[in-house]
């Protein structure tokens, strides 16, 4: 555990807290189950139990160890169990310490991918904060594709000021074409602008001379602040605006940014009053304004910058308008099922947004009610962001039903959750690990929502989660391996996505409806 905390710099890592609490009791656990533990609620309840200091669990699993019954094979039951001439804890220790050091010529063990995950989640972080700070009408009705297209979180203030300020700064200076309000945030759309991000941070670092793993462990110290003063600074180290804007710009290339030399001019000239204060408190329209008003101190009006070129309107064939009335339906479908779980709250509350959806919990199940089988999922896991009246958006938590027969979503789990920090571990469901949605969970036990133990527990026992006993000849479907492969596929998106770039594309009304060509291209927006 020590070990993923360092590598992770979990440094708000507090084994008391609820958090971290069920993150350790899940691990247990499964650790207990797949090494085939004797009593694995007891080993859990043994090593987390607050009264016990913990030399006084270690001998109480000792003492459980010494008196088990001693069994290699079903001739020896009559055999006498040999005395221990070590405790076990010592033995391991020993054996540790007796292990021949490394030669210096081995590479050290570098975990990438671990401290990409965990980046990528404090990068998810600073996204659901920066939601909840952006004023809610210009966040429906424009913000959220500006933030989608171009609202990295790199730049010379910390990383939440960064993602607003670019999204005000891109909203001003491309607009969008096609007015589209929204109250819901594409999932998959945020969480590539994450990864884009990630990605922008890592080659800024690269460009000033750091190694790819200095740079990412640069991140995680820092909380992904390229200028932060406690740390060696990056903005300073350079000593020349020409050199943090050069690299500015091949981060804006990693990134995918629609313009990166016209946002690298932009942020690498952000200068006091406009770059000094933290933005804290949630914003509103004049608050909007009056940045807009600093962003474009000295420089060209609003705009002039990106709109150089004018390009036709993309064609739509019916392949692509079937696809954009299908995500249309679900996201009325999961904007109403929201609201209803709102409405039934003991208290009022106000939808802000929707800023994540995963539609895949609770299965897959076979079945074969229509006329060709298909694999369904009981349940959907969505999280939102929410304020009582005159209150900030909180970050809310619900599980609902899939079924479209339930009225409003059915039976509904809908509780507030804490805004993920910075260090701290989060806790892990089964089925939005597999499917690389970044949707927070509650930490308390009170809200048993579907893939969070016993999903996890049954994995690791090679069991599915709607079985009860492993299928002899069946390919386990959820696996430790196929979670890794297929989040790390989920958050390396970092290209188009189809539908969820479409919704937003203003399309030629003179298209042809019998035009069913998959010549479409909709990187043109």
């Known amino acids: 555990m020590r070990l993923i905390v360092h590598d992770r710099c979990l440094s708000f890592f507090n084994i008391n807290s609820d958090t971290s ?7 247990l656990m499964c650790a207990a189950r797949a090494s085939k533990h004797m009593d694995p609620h ?22 459980d160890i010494n008196n088990f019954t001693y069994v290699f094979d079903p001739r020896h039951h009559a055999r006498k169990r040999p005395r221990m001439s070590m405790q076990p804890l010592d033995f391991a220790w020993k054996r540790a310490f007796e292990l021949p050091q490394l030669p210096s010529s081995v590479v050290p063990y570098r975990p990438y991918q671990s401290v990409k995950f965990a980046l990528l989640q404090r990068i998810h972080a600073f996204y659901l904060k920066a ?15 500006s933030m989608l297209k171009a609202g990295h979180c790199y730049g010379p203030f910390d990383p939440v000021a960064n993602i607003i300020i670019n999204t005000i700064w891109y909203n001003s200076v491309s607009p969008p074409t096609k007015k589209l309000k929204l109250d819901m945030i594409s999932t998959n759309s945020l969480l590539r602008i994450e990864a884009r991000s990630f990605y922008g941070l890592v080659s800024f670092l690269c460009a000033s001379g750091k190694k790819l793993y200095e740079a990412m462990r640069f991140l995680l110290i820092s909380d992904c602040t390229l200028g932060d003063m406690n740390f060696s600074n990056p903005l300073v180290d350079f000593g020349d605006q020409n050199k943090i804007c050069n690299s500015f710009r091949i981060a804006g290339v990693a990134a995918w940014h629609p313009d990166p030399v016209a946002q690298a001019e932009f942020i690498s000239s952000c200068k006091y009053p406009f770059s000094s204060p933290r933005i804290n408190a949630p914003l509103d329209s004049a608050d ?6 600093k962003m474009f101190q000295g420089l060209p009006a609003p705009g002039s910058l990106l709109r150089r070129h004018s390009v036709d309107m993309p064609k739509l064939c019916r392949r692509v308008q079937y696809k954009i009335d ?6 009325t479908r999961i904007s109403k099922k929201v609201k209803a779980a709102l409405a039934s709250y003991r208290e009022p509350l106000y939808l802000h947004v929707i800023c994540g959806v995963n539609h895949n919990v609770s299965g897959p199940e076979y079945c074969m009610d229509g006329h060709k089988p298909v694999y369904i999922y009981q349940h959907t896991h969505v999280n939102f962001l929410a304020s009582r009246r005159d209150g900030n958006p909180e970050l809310f938590f619900a599980e609902l039903s899939n079924d479209e027969a339930e009225d409003g979503g059915g039976k509904v789990l809908c509780c507030p959750v804490s805004f993920p920090q910075p260090r701290q571990e989060e806790i892990r469901c089964l089925y939005c690990d597999y499917e690389g949605t970044k949707i927070v969970h509650p930490a308390m036990e009170e809200f048993p929502f579907k893939g969070r133990d016993s999903e996890f527990q049954k994995m690791v026992c090679g069991i599915d989660p709607y079985e009860d006993e492993p299928c002899p ?7 430790n391996c196929t979670i890794i492969r297929t989040s790390s596929t989920a958050l390396d998106c970092v290209g188009h996505l189809g539908v969820d770039d479409w919704i937003y594309t203003d399309f030629d009304d003179d298209s042809d409806e019998e035009d069913d060509s998959d010549d479409y291209s909709c990187e043109s927006e």
């Open 21 to 27: 609490r069920s993150v350790v009791r899940t691990a």
């Open 42 to 63: 007891h080993l859990v309840r043994t090593w987390l139990s607050p009264i016990r200091p913990l030399e006084e669990a270690v001998h109480a699993i000792q003492n």
């Open 131 to 145: 939601l909840a700070l952006l004023p809610v009408s210009e966040l429906r009705s424009c913000y959220h594709h």
């Open 288 to 293: 909007v304004d009056h940045i807009t008003r």
């Open 326 to 331: 299908q995500w249309m339906h679900e996201y």
């Open 473 to 479: 000849g069946v390919s386990q479907f959820y696996t």
